[in-house]
């Protein structure tokens, strides 16, 4: 039987020049896989591009990059892509769906639904984050996840497992997380260039936003709505909004959190979060979306009012069976 991450450290180690990608708006573990799979693929000299659509978010300014992240896909035309933390192929945007060899392309993910998209598919839903899977692919080459491998791979499992807390914490991801201690890296130090170098305004559009909370079917449901007068208001940005949500979680009683940020007129980002056997992919697939059984999001094209009421409205329904 074919081992995917065999097959994919074949390709890498055979094949030459491939462009490296992760969904738009990246997260630690999009940025963290991406930043691993390109030190990889240094360590074996190949030719290689880091290109997100989104480009690198201010908050991981401070990682260590085998290469900057791109914005504009290269001239290449017969590249191989990689594509990492991407549930469907349109999470990784729209230019490069247009651009894509179907043929050279590698799908490395860990998302509930990821239909396999590739012509190269490693999907394990099983896998904390995709920068476990990228360490298993070094494993496999024999490089030492030191340095600034190890931090790459460490920000993609402490990002995609809340710091080592959710259901996702198992036994190997501790083990992944202790090797990568024991070559060097510093929990202490490394947590405090990730989580203590928020701006103010940050902190103000959380107290605005979360005054808001809204509880709903006895508390078992949390809403909260990000407009896009919040951020005006307080100077930030939709990458200041990441994390509000688990916030709300935190509340006695809450099943299901829920947030809805408008990101354009008619163009409302939804995050659904649950803990313990809670599926909320389901739902956050019926409105087109995907992602994890405790967290999972999408896109509901409608005013941020029909955009509420259909998801209330869902969230409703749910809770029921709860
Ligand atoms: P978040 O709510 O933080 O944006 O995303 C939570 C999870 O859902 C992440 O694993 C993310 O990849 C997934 N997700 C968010 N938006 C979408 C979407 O539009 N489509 C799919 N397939 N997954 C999404
Ligand atoms: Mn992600
Ligand atoms: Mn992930």
Not at 126 to 133: E, Y
Request: with cysteine.
């Amino acid at each position: 039987m074919s081992i995917p991450s065999k097959d994919i450290a074949h390709i890498l180690r055979t094949e030459d020049d491939f462009l490296v990608t992760a969904h738009v708006n990246p997260d630690g573990d999009a940025i963290g896989s991406m930043a691993a799979m390109g030190f990889v693929l240094q360590h074996l000299g190949k030719r290689f591009t880091l290109y997100n659509q989104s480009g690198l978010p201010r908050d991981f300014a401070w990682l260590s990059l085998p290469a900057p992240i791109t914005t504009s896909i290269p001239d290449c035309p017969a590249c191989w892509t990689i594509t990492l933390d991407c549930g469907d192929l349109h999470r990784a945007g729209d230019a490069l769906m247009t651009w894509v060899d179907r043929q050279r392309l590698i799908n490395i993910d860990h998302h509930l639904g990821n239909p396999g998209f590739g012509s190269f598919n490693w999907v394990d839903t099983s896998m904390a984050s995709t920068s476990q899977m990228a360490a298993q692919i070094a494993r496999e080459l024999g490089f030492p996840l030191e340095g600034a491998l190890g931090e790459a791979v460490f920000l993609g499992l402490t990002t995609d497992t809340g710091s080592f807390s959710y259901d996702n914490t198992t036994a190997r991801v501790l083990e992944l997380a202790a090797e990568i201690v024991r070559l060097g890296l510093k929990p202490g130090q490394f947590n405090a260039k990730l989580q203590n170098q928020q701006p103010l305004e940050r902190i103000q559009l959380w107290s605005r936003v979360l005054s808001r909370t809204q509880l709903l079917d006895s508390g078992k449901i949390a809403l909260v709505t990000i407009t896009r007068q919040d951020l005006d208001a307080t100077g930030t940005g939709m990458q200041d909004t990441d994390g509000i949500i688990n916030t709300v979680r935190r509340i006695k009683g809450v099943a299901v959190a829920a947030s809805l940020r408008e990101d354009g007129p008619k163009e409302i980002k939804f995050s659904l979060r649950s803990s313990g056997n809670v599926n909320v992919q389901p739902m956050a697939a019926s409105f087109g979306g995907g992602g994890h059984k405790n967290a999972a999001g999408g896109t509901i094209f409608a005013s941020m009012s029909e955009a509420e009421s259909s998801l209330v409205q869902a969230l409703r329904t749910f809770a029921e069976t709860l």
